[in-house]
C-alpha cells in the first residue's frame, strides 16, 4: 500500500490509512499500532466472549470456579539489567497479567527460544531467577519447553509464560467497568523500568542509580481487595509497554468514558525525570514492570489508598485523576498552569529527537 | 528537578502573564521560530492563558518537517542498498519519502540504526570496515558542528567507509524569506535559543535593524516563552524593534566559536529547498569540495527524485504561520502521526503533530475541559 493514498473525502476504512503492509517494531510497542493489529488481525479470527473483553487475562468458567489464563513473550535487551533480568522479568509480568484481574496465580508454563551461541552460564543465571522469582511469588513452574533458532535469529534468548490461577468468589474486574465520578489510583512513580533498560543500551551510555522496578503485584491487589466492598474497584491494569497513558486510554476507550489527570499528582522519581529530560521522552509513555493503575469508586477510594500504602509495593500510591462524563475515549491532563491538554497514545515507540 | 522547576513555575508564570496583559492595549502576532518551543507552548497550553488578541503563530523550525522530500527518498534509496548501514536520529525514521519511510526499510531487512549522538555512526564505521556507513545529517546550525566533527573524526581516522548525508538548512535566510513575503503577517519573532546557541544572534540583529522588527533570542521552558511574548510585547507597544537575549544562560551574542569553526570548516552555504516552502537562496549548507570523499550524495551519486508534496497538504502554510493545523481539512482525518501527509505531523516538534498530541479535545468536545 502507498504511504499517500489518495484522498476520496471520505473515510470509510475502519483501518487507518497508511497501514504498513509489513510488521513494524511498533507494532509491539503496546501503542496505537498495537491496538491496531489487535482489531484488524487478532480479533477477527479468534473473535469469542473471553477474548473479546480484550483484559490482560482471559477468565472461562470452568467447573464451577472461575478459571483465569494469560500469556506473555519477554524479548528484553539486555537480558541483565538494575533491578532484575528477563527470567524474574517473565514471572512478574504473567502473574501481574493474572493479577489485574484480582486472579490468585497458581502454576506457570514457561518456553525458551535460545540463539545459538547463547552461553549455557546466562541460561542458568536466567532460570535460577526465574525460580527463585516464582517462588517468591509463591507459584510453581510445571510445564515447559525449548527451542534454539539459528545464530542470529535471535537476541540470546526470549521466554514466554503463561500462567493460570483462579479468581475468588464472583469478583469481576474489568476496564470497561470505569465509571463517572471514580478515582484513579496509581501504586508509585512511574517511569523507572524502562528508563534502567535504556539506562543499558548500546550507544546510550549515561549512568544511573535507577532500578527497575520489576514485581509481582498479586499480593498488593490481594491487600486492596480485603476491606472494600465487592465491586468497589472497577478494573486494574498494569501500565507496561505505552506506559501510563497507553493504559489510560485503554481503560478510557474500554468503558467510553473519559480520563482527567492532574499532572503534578503524578510521581516520578528524580533520576527518571532526569534522564526523560535528556533523552527528550515522556514518563507517560515509558514502561513499568511493578506498577498498578486502579478505577475505584469514590466512597472506597481512601481505604483503598491506605491499603496500598501499608504493603510494601504501594506505599507510593496516590489518586492521580478522576473518570468524567465528558470526552468519552480520551484522557486528558490539567497541567500545573491550570490549562488541559490531550494525553495521547502513541503511535508506536518514542522517537528520541533531533535537537 | 533543580534548574528545570524554576522555569515550570506556575505562579512565576501567572505573574509574566498578568504582566503581559497589564501592557498589551492592540492585537499582535508572534511567531516563536522552533518547534520546540510550540511543543511548549501547546504542551502547556500557553496559547489559552494569554491574551486571546495576542495571537502565536508556528514557524519553520522543525528540523524533520521541512527536510524535503526527495531528501528523504535520497536517504531511503541508500539505506535500501545491502552494502549499508544506515544512521540516523530517531525522528527521521517515520519521515514518509515519496513512497516509503525509514522505518520501512528496515522492516524490509535495510541495517538502518538510531543513534542519539552522530558520533556513535563513526564508531559503527570504526567497527564495521567492510560496510559503508552513511549517516543522515538533517537539523540546522544546533547540529551541524556535530556532523562536522563526524567527518573530521573520519577524516583523522582514515575511515574510507563512512559518509554524511548533509541536509542541513540555515535559519535567517528563512525569516528574511518570511519577512520579504507580501502575506507576511508576523510583527515580532522569538528566535530559536538553540540555534543562537551555536552561532549567536549578530545576524539577526540585521534582521531586526532591516526589518523594524523586534526578535527575542528565547529559551524553551514555560517561564523562558513567557519571559519572550512579554519583552516581545513590551517593544512593539513601545514601537521598538531590537534584539534581546532572554537565553542568556545558554546563548552569548558571538555563540560558540569553536562549533563555528567545525561548521567552516567541513560545509559551505548553499541554496536549499525546503519542505513546504520552496527553495530559499543561500539557506543550506553542503559539504566543501576538500571533503568530497565523505559526502554521501557524491559517494553514491543518487539522482534527485523530483518528488513533489501531496497536493492537500497545506505544510507551506503552516510552516509560514499563515495558517493553522486545524485549518487544514485533513488534519486529524486522513493526516495522522500514522500516516502523515506531510511532515508537520510527523516529528514530535511538527507543529501539527503538536496540535494533534495535546488539543484535539477542542475539535472533539469543544468547552467541555475549560
Known amino acids: 500500500m502507498s504511504k499517500f493514498p489518495e484522498f476520496d473525502g471520505v473515510l470509510t476504512c475502519p483501518v487507518s490509512v497508511g497501514v504498513s503492509e509489513r510488521i513494524l517494531l511498533g507494532h509491539g510497542s503496546g501503542g496505537r499500532l498495537s491496538a491496531e493489529l489487535i482489531q484488524s488481525v487478532f480479533l477477527p479470527a479468534f473473535d469469542n466472549t473471553a477474548l473479546n473483553h480484550l483484559n490482560d487475562q482471559a477468565i472461562v468458567d470452568f467447573a464451577g470456579k472461575q478459571l483465569a489464563i494469560t500469556t506473555d513473550t519477554f524479548v528484553v535487551k539486555p537480558l541483565f539489567f538494575p533491578g532484575g533480568d528477563i527470567g524474574s522479568l517473565a514471572v512478574h509480568g504473567t502473574i501481574n497479567d493474572l493479577a489485574m484481574g484480582g486472579v490468585q496465580p497458581l502454576y506457570l508454563s514457561v518456553a525458551f527460544i535460545l540463539e545459538e551461541g547463547l552461553e549455557i552460564d546466562a541460561l542458568r543465571r536466567v532460570v535460577t531467577s526465574l525460580q527463585r522469582a516464582a517462588e517468591e511469588a509463591g507459584v510453581q513452574v510445571v510445564t515447559g519447553d525449548t527451542k534454539v533458532v539459528e545464530k542470529g535469529h535471535g537476541d540470546g534468548l526470549f521466554i514466554n509464560t503463561t500462567g493460570i490461577g483462579i479468581v475468588p468468589g464472583r469478583l469481576h474486574l474489568s476496564a470497561d467497568q470505569a465509571t463517572p465520578g471514580d478515582r484513579v489510583i496509581l501504586s508509585g512513580p512511574i517511569g523507572d523500568h524502562g528508563i534502567a533498560i535504556l539506562a543499558q543500551r548500546e550507544g546510550l551510555s549515561f549512568e544511573t542509580t535507577i532500578q527497575s522496578d520489576s514485581a509481582a503485584l498479586h499480593t498488593l491487589v490481594r491487600a486492596m481487595l480485603q476491606g472494600v466492598p465487592s465491586g468497589a474497584i472497577r478494573c486494574m491494569r498494569d501500565p507496561t509497554r505505552g506506559g501510563l497513558s497507553s493504559t489510560a486510554n485503554e481503560i478510557a476507550a474500554q468503558s467510553k468514558v473519559g480520563i482527567v489527570l492532574q499532572e503534578e499528582k503524578i510521581p516520578v522519581r528524580e533520576e527518571v525525570r532526569g534522564a526523560c529530560e535528556l533523552l527528550g521522552l515522556d514518563p507517560l509513555y515509558v514502561a513499568n514492570e511493578g506498577k498498578l493503575v486502579a478505577v475505584v469508586d469514590p466512597a472506597a477510594a481512601e481505604a483503598v489508598l491506605k491499603a496500598m500504602r501499608a504493603h510494601p509495593l504501594g506505599r507510593e500510591a496516590c489518586i492521580i485523576g478522576t473518570v468524567t462524563e465528558s470526552n468519552r475515549g480520551t484522557v486528558v491532563m490539567r497541567t500545573a498552569f491550570g490549562t488541559m491538554r490531550i494525553v495521547d497514545m502513541l503511535p508506536g515507540d518514542q522517537l528520541p529527537r533531533i535537537c | ?370
Not at chain 2, 511543543?39 to 502565536?56: A, K
Not at chain 2, 531586526?208 to 512593539?236: K, M, N, S, Y
Not at chain 2, 559539504?287 to 557524491?298: G, K, L, P, S
Open chain 2, 1 to 370: 528537578m533543580r534548574y528545570i522547576d524554576e522555569f515550570r513555575d506556575p505562579r512565576l508564570a501567572k505573574s509574566l502573564i498578568a504582566d503581559i496583559v497589564r501592557h498589551v492595549t492592540r492585537p499582535w502576532v508572534l511567531m516563536e521560530i522552533c518547534g520546540g518551543q510550540t511543543h511548549t507552548l501547546v504542551r502547556y497550553g500557553f496559547d489559552e492563558l494569554l491574551p486571546r488578541y495576542i495571537e502565536l503563530v508556528h514557524g519553520p523550525g522543525c528540523p524533520v518537517c521541512v527536510t524535503p522530500l526527495d531528501r528523504v527518498d535520497k536517504a531511503i534509496a541508500i539505506a535500501s542498498r545491502p552494502d549499508v548501514i544506515f544512521v540516523s536520529y530517531g525522528d527521521m525514521l517515520r519521515v514518509p519519502g515519496s513512497k516509503s519511510d525509514l522505518f520501512q526499510v528496515k522492516a524490509a531487512g535495510g541495517d538502518v540504526r538510531v543513534v542519539y549522538s552522530p558520533c556513535e555512526a563513526v564508531k559503527i564505521a570504526e567497527a564495521n570496515p567492510d560496510r559503508q556507513i552513511v549517516f543522515f545529517g538533517v537539523g540546522f546550525e544546533t547540529t551541524a558542528p556535530a556532523h562536522a566533527l563526524t567527518v573530521l573524526q573520519a577524516h583523522r581516522l582514515g575511515l574510507l567507509n563512512f559518509s554524511l548525508l548533509a541536509s542541513h538548512v540555515l535559519v535567517p535566510p528563512a525569516i528574511e524569506t518570511l519577512l520579504q513575503s507580501p502575506r507576511n503577517r508576523v510583527q515580532g519573532f522569538i528566535a530559536p535559543g538553540h540555534v543562537c546557541t551555536i552561532v549567536g544572534y549578530k545576524e539577526y540583529e540585521q534582521l531586526a535593524a532591516r526589518h523594524h522588527v523586534p526578535i527575542v533570542v528565547g529559551g524553551f521552558e514555560p517561564t523562558d516563552l513567557l519571559e519572550a511574548i512579554r519583552e516581545l510585547i513590551l517593544q512593539l507597544e513601545t514601537g521598538r524593534a531590537e534584539v534581546v537575549n532572554q537565553y542568556a544562560r545558554s546563548v552569548s551574542r558571538a555563540g560558540n566559536l569553536a562549533a563555528q569553526q567545525a561548521i567552516e570548516l567541513v560545509f559551505e552555504r548553499c541554496d536549499r529547498r525546503w519542505r513546504g516552502i520552496g527553495f530559499i537562496p543561500k539557506s543550506g549548507m553542503r559539504i566543501r569540495a576538500e571533503f568530497a570523499q565523505y559526502d554521501a550524495e557524491r559517494v553514491f551519486g543518487i539522482e534527485e527524485s523530483g518528488a513533489e508534496e501531496a497536493s492537500e497538504c497545506i505544510a507551506a502554510d503552516v510552516l509560514m504561520g499563515l495558517k493553522k493545523p486545524m485549518d487544514c481539512p485533513a488534519f486529524g482525518s486522513v493526516c495522522v502521526p500514522e500516516s502523515p501527509l506531510g511532515a508537520p505531523m510527523v516529528s514530535s516538534e511538527g507543529a501539527c503533530a503538536a496540535y494533534y498530541r495535546y488539543r484535539r479535545h477542542e475539535t472533539q468536545a469543544s468547552g467541555e475541559v475549560h
